[in-house]
T-cell receptor, first 114, second 113 residues
Framework: AQSVSQHNHHVILSEAASLELGCNYS??????LFWYVQYPGQHLQLLLKYFSGDPLVKGIKGFEAEFIKSKFSFNLRKPSVQWSDTAEYFCAVTPASGTYKYIFGTGTRLKVLA | GAGVSQTPSNKVTEKGKYVELRCDPISGHTALYWYRQSLGQGPEFLIY????????DSGLPNDRFFAVRPEGSVSTLKIQRTERGDSAVYLC???????????FGPGTRLLVL
C-alpha cells in the first residue's frame, strides 16, 4: 500500500534558522508530490508541487523542495525561517494516474520562536 | 476568486444521529474529493467525484457513509447512525480536472457525543 512518512512530528526553531522537513513515500510508480501548509486557524494551502522536470522545486514564501527519486524523498527546505512560518506542514503524494487521490503524511508541527 | 467552501464549519451531534456535510467547490472544477482528518493525523481520502459520478469511493470506511454530487457541482457527505469514532474534520477539495492540483476548503469539524 502507498504511504508517506514524515519523520519529524514537532520542530522548534529560532528565527533565521534553516529548516529541513523530511518526507519519504512508498510507491513504485510515477508520482506527483506536494507540500501543503496549514497556518493556525486556516485551511490547507499549497506550498509547492512537483509533477515532472527539474527535481528542485521552488514554492511560495521562500520554500523549496527536492525530489530524489532513488531515495523516494521530497524534503522541504527554507534557508531562514520567520515567526510567521509557524504552522503544520503536510507532505502528500499521488500516483500520476487513476483518481489522483492524495496520500498524506501525518504532518510536522513547526514552531518558530521570535 | 472564491475558494472551496464548506458548511457547517462545526457540527455537534449525538451518537446515532444522521448528519449532512456540504461542499461548494471552486466554480468550474470538475473533480471533487472528500478527506477525513482525525486528531494528530494527516487527511485520509474518502471519495472522489469526476462530474456527477463517484469515480472512487474506496476510502469510505463503511456503508454508513455516503456522498452525492447530483449536478456536478455541490457535494454532500452523509453519515448515518453516527458513532463517536466519526469525530474528525471532514475536508473537501476540488481541482480543475483529474490530476491537477487540489484546493482545499476550511473543513467541517464534526463532534459526535
Amino acid at each position: 500500500a502507498q504511504s508517506v512518512s514524515q519523520h519529524n512530528h514537532h520542530v522548534i526553531l529560532s528565527e533565521a534558522a534553516s529548516l529541513e522537513l523530511g518526507c519519504n513515500y512508498s510507491y513504485g510508480g510515477t508520482v506527483n508530490l506536494f507540500w501543503y501548509v496549514q497556518y493556525p486557524g486556516q485551511h490547507l494551502q499549497l506550498l509547492l508541487k512537483y509533477f515532472s522536470g527539474d527535481p528542485l522545486v521552488k514554492g511560495i514564501k521562500g520554500f523549496e523542495a527536492e525530489f530524489i527519486k532513488s531515495k523516494f524523498s521530497f524534503n522541504l527546505r527554507k534557508p531562514s525561517v520567520q515567526w510567521s512560518d509557524t504552522a503544520e506542514y503536510f507532505c502528500a503524494v499521488t500516483p500520476a494516474s487513476g483518481t489522483y487521490k492524495y496520500i498524506f503524511g501525518t504532518g510536522t508541527r513547526l514552531k518558530v520562536l521570535a | 476568486g472564491a475558494g472551496v467552501s464548506q458548511t457547517p464549519s462545526n457540527k455537534v451531534t449525538e451518537k446515532g444521529k444522521y448528519v449532512e456535510l456540504r461542499c461548494d467547490p471552486i466554480s468550474g472544477h470538475t473533480a471533487l474529493y472528500w478527506y477525513r482528518q482525525s486528531l494528530g493525523q494527516g487527511p485520509e481520502f474518502l471519495i472522489y467525484f469526476q462530474g456527477t459520478g463517484a469515480a472512487d469511493d474506496s476510502g469510505l470506511p463503511n456503508d454508513r457513509f455516503f456522498a452525492v454530487r447530483p449536478e456536478g457541482s455541490v457535494s454532500t457527505l452523509k453519515i448515518q447512525r453516527t458513532e463517536r469514532g466519526d469525530s474528525a474534520v471532514y475536508l473537501c477539495a476540488s481541482s480543475p480536472g483529474v490530476g491537477e492540483t487540489q484546493y482545499f476548503g476550511p473543513g467541517t469539524r464534526l463532534l459526535v457525543l
